[in-house]
């Protein structure tokens, strides 16, 4: 089954603003550190395809730039959240028991925890920096990641093939990398995919506050704060970087749907269509 | 281990078998309201080289003393022998170790195979983890394994749903054969496969068993199949054996009144011959709450009043035909003094 129009224009976002980010030097026309004080507050024109900000530094430059910043945010906080809640997760739903319910009244506290907070108090500790951004947001995200992994093990340690690993001698941490981890893999995948853009969202938010990715580091938050009291006589500077926020979501949006609906085994196997697997739930019911 | 295979006689000894579940309420604080006594108290033992038959309806226990016998669920009490060795007293490294002498067949064919995994690693695994063999001399043993069950070799390269029914339950069991065990419990392996496929699965267990010298204990609830399969049955009502004995003598002469029933039961292949088909009360009672006495005393055609108060002990009433009846235990009183006590 091939991905669907929309995801299938959600990868091309995808791709795209991979390609830009990793190609940042090679095709960003200027440096977007150098300030030209000539050149302020420029509309876009030739030679400056979306202007120039107030110090004059080139916005496409700077929004190339930015792209590489919410990337590698987006991808390091997710993997560093993916990390701590399958390790999490999994011993929480394997084991169950009481480690289950410490484990996951734990997870509650981290979760009705403000990551703004979180923030606030982790930068009054280091330096505000993209570092310290990974951190935050990969400390905030990974209790949806425990709860989900954690329900996933739950349903696949029953089955009946875990149950013939045990049968044939296997050691727990053999069932969970080899039975386990595969077979809980496409929710995750959906979700991680979903969550980019959420944490690319809290990234620009956390830099628009200041408790970010520092000026003159180009990010696209960072733009849209330097940008705000300019909004009236010079548009251009918050509207740049907030449409590239809006089609890298947009992009990683459809993007996961389009995985959703092409991982669910029940799509693999039986082809069903949504309204015969929307007339089966209600029978069921 | 060395040594053992003489010294013994029987290869699995289960003594005084019980597997509660616990039955809990409460949000907060679970208070512990009742057991669901799934296994209550079973001792039966199997000679190596044979099949016993297990049967009983849906929700006797069945599954589950083949599961609490292979350790898969952790038993309440009693014992299990296996050549001479407590498996219950066995730390959980031990027990992992021995769990290559005795394998299981599961019923559901599909769900028993990891989807993720391709033929050649699931059936490899049991290799990889109990013996040392490099990789080559593996696929070599995962090769041969699948020609033994009928399969051909580049099989191993697919994922199990791309198999028929009757074709993954021949890939369990390959997995089961693989690390050469001497005994398999087959729980209702049949059960999830159509007729035709019934009977092929049936031949291949009995060729392997001739091949290996394979012990079976094999759970079902289709009465034709265990009798053709069988040496010895074991008849399970309500987490208890009610009766025991050879396969034969079980079809000719069944003592108690619900090995009857369930025989009567069988569907007979000559549409004219009268069926003296003994229809039970009821449904089975709760195993949370099971009756006093015994236990089948209240769906029992023939039920007196001891039955109600005293529960009946699984005798020997000769030839090692062993019943937990009333009815019979004048019987075992005439028998009984020829009869040395069995252990």
């Known amino acids: 089954m091939k991905l669907s129009k929309g995801s299938q224009f959600g990868l091309y976002i995808v791709a795209l603003m991979t390609l830009v980010a990793i190609l940042a030097e090679t095709i960003a026309p200027y440096d977007p550190l150098q300030v030209v004080l000539k050149d302020s507050l420029q509309g876009p024109n030739f030679k400056h395809f979306m202007g120039t900000d107030l110090l004059g530094r080139d916005i496409l430059s700077r929004i190339i730039y930015g792209a590489r910043a919410s990337l590698i945010i987006g991808v390091t906080a997710t993997s560093i959240s993916l990390l701590i809640g399958l390790i999490v997760g999994s011993v929480s739903g394997y084991y169950g028991g009481w480690v289950d319910s410490l484990i996951m009244r734990l997870t509650d506290i981290f979760s009705a925890f403000p990551y703004f907070l979180m923030a606030i108090i982790i930068m009054t500790f280091f330096e505000p920096s993209m570092i310290s951004v990974f951190f935050v947001l990969g400390i905030a995200g990974w209790t949806n990641y425990a709860r989900l992994v954690r329900g996933q093990v739950i349903l696949v340690k029953v089955s009946s093939y875990v149950e013939a690993a045990r049968s044939i001698g296997a050691k727990d941490g053999r069932i969970i990398v080899h039975h386990v981890f595969p077979n809980i893999l496409s929710p995750l995948i959906v979700y991680t995919t979903m969550n980019i853009p959420g944490v690319i969202l809290a990234e620009a938010g956390l830099s628009f506050l200041g408790l970010g990715v520092q000026p003159p580091t180009p990010s696209w938050g960072v733009m849209l704060s330097e940008g705000k009291d300019f909004i009236f006589n010079a548009p251009w500077l918050i509207f740049w970087p907030g449409a590239a926020l809006l089609f890298s979501v947009i992009g990683y949006n459809l993007l996961g749907n389009g995985m959703r609906d092409r991982l669910d085994p029940r799509y693999k196997q039986g082809g069903e269509s949504n309204g015969s697997r929307l007339v089966n739930s209600c029978q069921r019911s | ?343």
């Open chain 2, 1 to 343: 281990m060395i040594g053992t295979n003489k010294a013994t006689e029987t290869l699995l000894k289960v003594e005084n078998l019980k597997k509660y579940f616990p039955v809990k309420k409460g949000l907060v604080i679970q208070r512990h309201v009742g057991d669901v006594k799934a296994v209550d108290g079973v001792s039966f033992e199997i000679y190596p080289g044979e099949t016993l038959g297990m049967v009983g309806e849906s929700g006797c226990g069945k599954s589950t003393l083949g599961r609490t016998i292979l350790r898969l669920l952790e038993p309440t009490q009693g014992k299990v022998i296996f050549q001479g060795q407590s498996l219950t007293e066995l730390s959980r490294e031990e027990m992992r170790k021995i769990r290559s002498q005795m394998q299981m067949i599961f019923q559901d064919p599909l769900a028993s195979l990891n989807p993720r995994m391709k033929v050649r690693d699931i059936i490899g695994e049991p290799i990889l983890i109990h013996e040392v063999l490099n990789r080559v001399e593996r696929e070599k043993r995962v090769s041969k394994l699948l020609n033994i069950v009928g399969l051909s070799p580049n099989h191993g390269e697919r994922y199990p749903h791309e198999f028929s029914g009757g074709q993954r339950q021949r890939l369990g069991i390959a997995r089961a054969l693989a690390v050469n065990p001497k005994l398999i419990i087959c729980d209702e392996p049949i059960s999830a496969l159509d007729v035709s496929l019934q009977a092929q699965i049936i031949n291949l267990l009995e060729d392997l068993q001739a091949e290996f010298n394979l012990t079976y204990l094999f759970i079902a609830h289709d009465l034709a199949m265990v009798k053709h399969l069988s040496n010895r049955v074991a008849v399970m009502y309500l987490g208890k054996l009610v009766e025991l004995t050879s396969s034969e003598e079980l079809y000719l002469h069944p003592r108690h009144p619900y090995t009857i029933a369930l025989l009567s039961a069988i569907p007979l292949p000559y549409p004219n011959q009268k069926k003296g088909r003994i229809i039970l009360k009821g449904d089975a009672p709760s195993s949370v709450n099971p009756p006093s006495g015994c236990r089948f005393h209240t769906r029992c055609p023939e039920m007196q009043d001891i039955c109600k108060v005293m529960d009946p002990e699984l005798i020997d009433i000769g030839n090692k035909h062993f019943v937990a009846c009333h009815l019979h235990t004048d019987e075992k009183k005439k028998v009984g003094n020829s009869v040395t006590n069995h252990q």
